[in-house]
């Protein structure tokens, strides 16, 4: 286990283990409970959220000796699909085996019966990069599988998948995790490690990992190579190279205050410091985004906020309160501008203080309008 990635050694084995997706795992267990299993299953939803992982523990608890809603990960059927050496569960990988003769082959291996257990289980990860011709000899299979055949088909882009599949199996959304699901899954991993991570750095990696907590592990990952017992936020944000969102917040502040000169001097003071522009520039863009999606409803605040801490919901609020919705509209259209722009110019130093200026201009000119208008 010392040579396996983070992803691959925390990997959950039980149902209790998984992080989110409790109503994915409630249905699950429901099904296992009454002993109504149908045979076939479309799990969708953005990378990294557990697509894999939950469909190999309903492969376990399906087959497992000792028959209950979690499998017991001793007897020799959870043991075996545990250390990926399961005959009676296949992983097919369809971005590389994506066309009729694969599923041909799955569909002549399907006749026969489990080698050890009661189901043969079938995942199909990224199923909607398979072929025409490949979706329509699945599409067969589906219609009359054996009894003893499960599958659960994962994808990434549900759109993508013809309604002739989506019609013959049950659709489970996933969903992304927020902040305090990924710091906290992070934290088990470090403790289990002898490791630390100053906090703050790990709510960094949460944001950056946005919603995906393989992301959030692949980036704890290369903490590890460092060497070291304690990790210092600046020492990950080295490393690691994220933007640093305290910049943006201040950043943000002293433009949507009217504070243009003041804005200009504390990003130039970053730039001469090594801040990459483009990563602060797409920071700010996030950030006025979620000004703007609050402003418009606060309703949506639990879905903008979720990779933010406490402190930093008081600021977004804060901020949703120094611009109009109007202004806080064209500022984004102005940063998305200026994102093209950016990757165009030689100058990128000159694209990010045009930036500020022009949004300094533009909330002065909402401001004289609402005076006007009063």
């Excluded at 130093?349 to 022009?358: D, K, N, P, S, T």
């Amino acid at each position: 286990m010392q040579n396996l990635v983070i992803y691959r050694k925390y990997r959950p084995q039980k149902f209790s283990e998984l992080v989110g997706q409790e109503h994915v795992v409630r249905t699950l267990q429901g099904a296992l409970k009454a002993d109504r299993v149908p045979h076939a299953y479309i799990f969708t939803g953005p990378r990294g959220t557990g697509k894999t992982s939950v469909a190999r523990i309903f492969a376990k608890a399906l087959n497992c000796q000792k028959k209950g809603v979690e499998p017991c990960n001793e007897c020799q059927s959870c043991i075996e699909i545990t250390e990926s050496r399961s005959l009676d569960l296949i992983e097919i990988d369809a971005a590389s085996n994506r066309g009729i003769d694969d599923i041909r082959e799955l569909r002549e291996g399907i006749k026969f019966a489990p080698m050890h257990g009661k189901y043969k289980v079938y995942i199909v990860d990224e199923f909607h990069m398979l072929t025409k011709e490949a979706f329509n000899a699945l599409l067969k299979t589906l219609e009359e599988p054996p009894k003893h055949a499960i599958f659960v088909l994962a994808t990434t882009e549900i759109a993508k998948v013809p309604d002739t599949i989506l019609s013959r199996a049950l659709r489970f959304d996933f969903r992304l995790l927020g902040r305090e699901e990924i710091v906290g899954e992070l934290e088990r991993i470090l403790k289990k490690e002898g490791m630390s991570v100053q906090a703050e750095a790990l709510g960094e990696i949460a944001r950056s990992a946005a919603g995906s907590l393989r992301d959030a592990e692949t980036l704890l990952e290369q903490l590890f190579l460092i060497g070291k017992k304690n990790v210092s936020y600046e020492e990950a944000k080295d490393i690691l190279g994220f933007a640093d969102l305290h910049l943006t917040l201040e950043l943000a502040e002293k433009i949507l205050q009217g504070k243009s000169a003041d804005a200009l001097a504390y990003f130039i003071e970053a730039y001469e410091k090594g801040e990459d522009v483009e990563l602060m520039l797409g920071m700010l863009c996030e950030w006025v985004r979620k000004l703007l999606l609050w402003k418009l409803d606060e309703k949506l605040g639990p879905l903008i906020a979720r990779d933010l801490s406490p402190d930093h919901k008081e600021v977004l609020k804060r901020h949703a309160g120094l611009a109009s919705l109007q202004a806080l509209a064209k500022m984004q259209s102005l940063l998305m501008d200026k994102d093209v722009e950016l990757k165009r110019t030689s100058f990128p130093q000159l694209v990010f203080e045009l930036a500020i200026v022009e949004m300094g201009e533009l909330l002065k000119q909402n401001e004289t309008r609402n005076i006007k208008s009063v």
